[in-house]
Every structure is written in structure tokens, then in C-alpha cells.
């Protein structure tokens, strides 16, 4: 081993490649090792909140974020049930409120932001195709078995498993709760701007609110396109990202949705669609130099736009525990789960008791949607106030 002690991250989605340049800049050399032959993110939208915008900006990123982003100014919250829209949330006031704006972005672009700059890193080494074979602990490091084009073992002072739901570096860590389903599917599509139906907003987002369902749609590619998940409550589980869906499914699922929805489901395009699978935050995510990061330790139901945010400020705090005691690797690694548990917890169940509220029936939704009015957008913004106002030196919540 050299000067530097050698971080090995698997896993180069949103939060390994964000774990490799903030522990890069704490002082270490990267490997990171991604099966797939290349970086190809989803055909989809990401929101980027504020507390995710801070940590990247940290890491130089900000400028190119910027331009392939767009910023939409609000939320309108619609009705799935009436066609009325319920509050429209002023989110375009996000950077006077929390310093930094509220973004949707092309997961893709993302990830090539966040490939490029790994790639100018002079410390940080990305192994394509490549896979985790085997982790051997002896004497404090780790000896990693990789499976890939040049098949080698690294040996590293720290193993951070940011490979994601049905992550495997699980297996190294006793009392790592596995995925489970939620009940509820996630089909997804991009529609070309040609395609978008009439009135669908350029710059702003819908969020239609229906019985045991719900869709948002948002702008990105610059605006070249719109991005669209709808949720509904079903028990398919097949593990994986791109099932198809078939598009007569989700039609006759939102037939009794307002004509707008039914208009933009109905616009040409290919759908996929995915098991929404959870990872509960309480069970261990570290053991001795070996970690856990994003999805892999806490992955969540998507209902507060979450899930990736905390993957990224996971990689915040674990490059900052790690800077702070880099000859102890492993109280580091303890120092980040403690860090993080309690914050990652408190969000996972937030973003829980947000899709029980979204996919309300009946009496129960009326109240809901007056309850929204009465508040107001101001009010409703607030109550997220500890999510977006995160920053990394504050750890706790
Ligand atoms: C419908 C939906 C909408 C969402 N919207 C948002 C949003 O708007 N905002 C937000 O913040 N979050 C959102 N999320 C959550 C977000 O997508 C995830 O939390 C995030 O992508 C997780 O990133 P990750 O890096 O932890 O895992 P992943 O993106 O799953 O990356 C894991 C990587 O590890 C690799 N890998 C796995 N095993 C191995 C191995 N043995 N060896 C080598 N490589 C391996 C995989 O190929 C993959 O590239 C959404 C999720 C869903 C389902």
C-alpha cells in the first residue's frame, strides 16, 4: 500500500461515484468497481433537493449541474379524483429559502457530471466491468477478489458497498437487513417534448394525487423532454430496473383519472416499470472496515425524492469521518453509521407516511386535500424544512 491508503467502493451509481470524489478529497486513493461494461443511468428524471445540491456544489459540481438542469418554480399538487389542482407549492423560492435551488435533471446527465469529474481525478481509479467476487478481512485490510477485464485483488484499507438495493456486500455484514417489497410498483417513461400534450408546463411539476395511486411529471433534458413515474399499489416483485410495462396495464389502472393524466399516459413512448423494494435504516450497516452507502444500507420508497439525496450526503459524511480518523478505519466507519442512522431513519419513515397520505381513499383524501388548503404552500414547504436545510458539518438532523 502506498501513502495513501486505498478506499475500494462497488458500486459507480449516484452514491458510490459521489463516495469516491468526497473520500478522494479526505485523503485516500479510489477504486471503484461497477459490473456494468458501462455507466448508463436510467431513461429518467431525478429531483435534486436542496440538501443533495449543497454536497455536490462542495465537490466543484455545481456549475455543471446548473446547465443541465432545470429549476421549476412549483408544485402543483392536483387532484387524481376532481381534475382541481389542491396547493401549488412555490419551490422556485427554494434558493432565497435554503441557498440552494430545487432541480430535476436526466438521471443520466447526473451521472455523466459525475463520471466526468471522477474521471479528471488522478486519485480515484473506475474499473468498468467488473464485479466483487470475494472480500478476505486479514490484519485490519481488506483483500477484494475482482471478477472483470483486468481480474485482480485490490487491497484496501476500507470497503464501501454502494451497490444498491440488492447489494451483496451485504452478505459481509451481520445484522444488514435484506430488501423487501413495499406493495407498490414505480412505471416510468420519458416523453419527448413533440409528444407532451397540451398543457403540461414546461417549468413547473405535477403531482396527481388518486386512490392508491399517484404520478408526477416533470421537465428535463433542458426541457427536450418530460419525465413521468406513476405509483400504483400492486404485488409484482421481480428484483431488477427495467422490466417493460405494458402500457394497456397502466391505462386501464388511471381510466377513471382526470382527461390530463389520461392524455399524458397516452403519449407515445416505451414504459418500465420496477418492484419498489425498502431496505430498512435500523439494521447494521458496518462491520469493521466494511460499510454500506445509499441504497444497499437504507434504500427507500421514492414518495420525498430521497433516496439518492441520501446517498449522497451519506458520502458527505462518511469522506468527513473517514478525514478524521484515517489510521482507525473502522471507529470511522462506526462514527458515520452513528452520524447517519438517525437522519436516515427519520426521512425513510417520512417518505413512508408521505405515500400513505398520497394514495389516500375517500373521506380520508377530502380531508387531506382541505387540510393541504387550509395550511397553504408556505406551510406545507415548512414542514420539510429539516430535510432541505441539511448541511454536511451538521450530522444529526
Ligand atoms: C421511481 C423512483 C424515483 C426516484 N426519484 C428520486 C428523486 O427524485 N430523488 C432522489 O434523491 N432519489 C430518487 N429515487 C431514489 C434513487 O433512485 C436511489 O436512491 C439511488 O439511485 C440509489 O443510488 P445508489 O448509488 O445507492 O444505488 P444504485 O443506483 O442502485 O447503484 C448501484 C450500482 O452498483 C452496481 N453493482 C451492484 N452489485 C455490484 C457488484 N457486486 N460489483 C460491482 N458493481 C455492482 C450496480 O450495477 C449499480 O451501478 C427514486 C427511486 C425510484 C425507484
Known amino acids: 500500500m502506498g501513502e495513501r491508503p486505498t478506499v475500494l467502493v462497488i458500486g459507480a451509481g449516484i452514491g458510490g461515484l459521489t463516495a469516491a470524489l468526497a473520500v478522494a478529497r ?12 458501462e455507466l448508463s443511468e436510467l431513461g429518467a428524471g431525478i429531483q435534486v433537493s436542496p440538501n443533495a445540491g449543497r454536497v455536490l456544489a462542495e465537490l466543484g459540481l455545481d456549475e455543471a449541474i446548473e446547465a443541465a438542469a432545470i429549476e421549476p418554480q412549483a408544485i402543483d399538487v392536483m387532484s387524481g379524483v376532481s381534475g382541481s389542482r389542491i396547493t401549488s407549492l412555490p419551490v422556485g423560492a ?34 468498468l466491468g467488473t464485479t466483487v467476487e470475494a472480500v478476505l478481512a486479514r490484519e485490519g485490510d481488506s483483500f477484494v477478489r475482482l471478477k472483470g477485464p483486468r481480474g485482480e485483488m485490490v487491497q484496501a484499507a476500507a470497503v464501501i458497498g454502494a451497490d444498491g438495493v440488492w447489494s451483496s456486500t451485504r452478505e459481509q455484514i451481520p445484522g444488514a437487513p435484506g430488501p423487501a417489497p413495499t406493495g407498490r410498483t414505480a412505471w416510468r417513461t420519458v416523453i419527448p417534448r413533440d409528444n407532451v400534450p397540451d398543457g403540461v408546463p414546461a417549468n413547473r411539476v405535477g403531482l396527481w394525487l388518486g386512490p ?18 406513476a405509483i400504483v399499489e400492486e404485488t409484482w416483485d421481480k428484483p431488477g430496473w427495467n422490466a417493460r410495462g405494458d402500457y394497456r396495464r397502466i391505462a386501464e389502472r ?44 437504507h434504500a427507500m420508497v421514492p414518495f420525498l425524492a430521497q433516496g ?21 478505519v473502522p471507529a470511522a466507519l462506526a462514527a458515520y453509521e452513528a452520524a447517519r442512522k438517525p437522519r436516515v431513519a427519520k426521512v425513510w419513515n417520512a417518505a ?17 386535500d382541505v387540510a393541504l388548503g387550509l395550511l397553504g404552500p408556505r406551510l406545507v414547504l415548512a414542514q420539510n424544512d429539516w430535510i432541505y436545510r441539511w448541511r454536511p458539518d451538521d450530522h444529526g438532523d
Open 94 to 127: 427554494f434558493r432565497s429559502r435554503y441557498g440552494f435551488p430545487y432541480r430535476v435533471i436526466h438521471r443520466a446527465d447526473l451521472q455523466s457530471i459525475l463520471a466526468a469529474a471522477v474521471r479528471k481525478a488522478s486519485d480515484i481509479t473506475l474499473l
Open 254 to 297: 388511471f381510466n377513471h383519472w382526470p382527461s390530463e393524466v389520461k392524455a399524458i399516459l397516452a403519449a407515445p413512448q416505451g414504459w418500465q416499470k420496477w418492484a419498489l423494494t425498502a431496505v430498512d435504516p435500523a439494521g447494521s450497516w458496518v462491520s469493521g472496515n466494511t460499510a454500506l452507502l445509499g441504497d444497499a444500507a
Open 212 to 229: 392508491h395511486a399517484h404520478l408526477v411529471h416533470y421537465p428535463i433534458a433542458g426541457g427536450a423532454a418530460v419525465n413521468v413515474v
Open 26 to 37: 479526505a485523503g485516500f486513493d479510489i477504486v471503484i468497481c461497477e459490473r456494468a461494461a
Open 308 to 328: 439518492a439525496a441520501m446517498a449522497i450526503e451519506d458520502a458527505a459524511v462518511l469522506a468527513d469521518s473517514l478525514r478524521a480518523s484515517p489510521s482507525d
Open 352 to 368: 413512508k407516511k408521505t405515500g400513505e397520505h398520497y394514495h389516500m381513499d375517500g373521506t380520508l383524501a377530502r380531508l387531506r
